[in-house]
């Protein structure tokens, strides 16, 4: 652990609850590899209490925050300024004070590109299906339509992917249950839901109906390896794990906080993943 001086950069990361945040772990790690005057803290907020929290860590000489659940939207309507990523998703995850200013990006798209990028996997090689409809898919899908890629949307709540495709018109929606069916017309499935997650049922997909170039991310990485990236490798498909997208989503910020672009390798993911395995 570096030592802190009186010119420390201090930041961390905003949630309700946040015991279960792997960013301070993510963070620290960097901050040590790269001998950093700063330090990165898990930060208790409560929905009603946020606001006020944020505008204190400003008042405090932090040089910023990561939010997440429940805060991502009241994060959006605090900035001052949102950059494009931010008001594409609708939701902040990022959060960086100038000048007693506060200006808010959403880094969770721009993560999931990145990891695709890292596994080999072009985004552009064809249209996507996405699964999900919430705030995980939300950026996603505003990343994947970002880079002109043609998304396809399945939700277990139509009314759901409908609100979403109100707000990200280029979506097409199609019913939860033709998922598998409209596999071989798309080059990348994500499943975006929570299915396949520790503690939640596994995702009812029928691979066999893939193309042999389809890639498969899950952006679910507890487990590290979920039924869905299994399956995925069993059928020979190129299958591309939610951890990374952790990993990328954390650069953008670390290097506006403190000064430094930190590189995601096999040593981080390693810690980090040290910390998701059973027992
Ligand atoms: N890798 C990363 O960096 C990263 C980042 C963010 C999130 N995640 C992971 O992504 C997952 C989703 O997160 P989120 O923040 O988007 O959650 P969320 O806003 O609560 O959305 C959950 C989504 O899962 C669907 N779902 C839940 N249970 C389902 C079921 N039994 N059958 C079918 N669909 C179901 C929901 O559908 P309905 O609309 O029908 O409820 C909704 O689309 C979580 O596992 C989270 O850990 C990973």
Redesign the pocket.
Known sequence: MPILTGHARLAGIIGWPVAHSRSPRLHGFWLERYAIDGAYVPLAIRPEDFVPAVRGLLAAGFVGANVT?PHKRAAFTLCDSVDPSAQRAGAVNTLVFSDGKIAGSNT?GW??LANLRAHGVDPAAGPALL?????????VAAALLGEGIGVTIA???SE??HALAHDLPDLRVIP?ERRSDALPDHALLVN????G?QG??P?QLDLVRATPNLAVAD????PLETPLLSAATAHGLRAVE?????LY?AVPGFRAWFGVEPEVDAALRRFVAADLLPG
Do not use: C, E
């Not at 409809?133 to 950026?139: E, I, N, P």
């Not at 975006?192 to 299915?195: I, P």
């Not at 939610?242 to 952790?246: D, I, N, P, R, Y």
């Open positions: 659940s969770d993560g999931f699964l999900g409809a919430g705030g995980a898919a939300r950026a939700n277990r709540t759901h992917a939860w975006a839901t929570s299915l997650m939640h049922p995702l952006i679910v990485y507890v939610g951890l990374g997208m952790l989503q």
